[in-house]
């Protein structure tokens, strides 16, 4: 029996072996399927978004490399891969 009144997302324990149902109640249905604040397909995709855009940000406009991000994102005034000046510094 399938309980509707919590999410329907799969979820792992901390040791990440064992799977079970998300516990948290249901807010959204979206094609039968109930899903909680967290689990929220849109939700997801829109955070999901929001952190590749962070991590984008943090490239070098020069080769892509992530130089600048991180515990030593503020000493890089120049790429160590291209050369190319930090533009957000």
């Known amino acids: ?3 509707e009144k919590v999410c329907c997302v799969m979820v792992n324990d901390s ?3 064992h ?3 998300c516990s948290r109640p249901v807010k959204v249905v979206i094609d039968g399927k ?3 604040a967290i689990h929220n397909p849109e939700a997801v995709k829109k955070r999901q978004e929001k ?3 962070k991590y984008e ?3 070098c406009k020069g080769c892509g490399n992530h130089v600048f991000q991180g515990t030593w994102a503020k ?4 790429c160590p891969h291209c050369g ?3 533009l957000n510094s």
């Open 1 to 3: 029996m399938i309980n």
């Open 84 to 86: 190319t000046k930090r």
């Open 51 to 53: 952190s590749d855009a």
């Open 15 to 17: 040791s990440g072996w």
């Open 19 to 21: 799977k079970f149902n």
């Open 57 to 59: 940000s943090t490239a």
């Open 34 to 36: 109930g899903y909680c």
């Open 75 to 78: 000493t890089f005034q120049y």
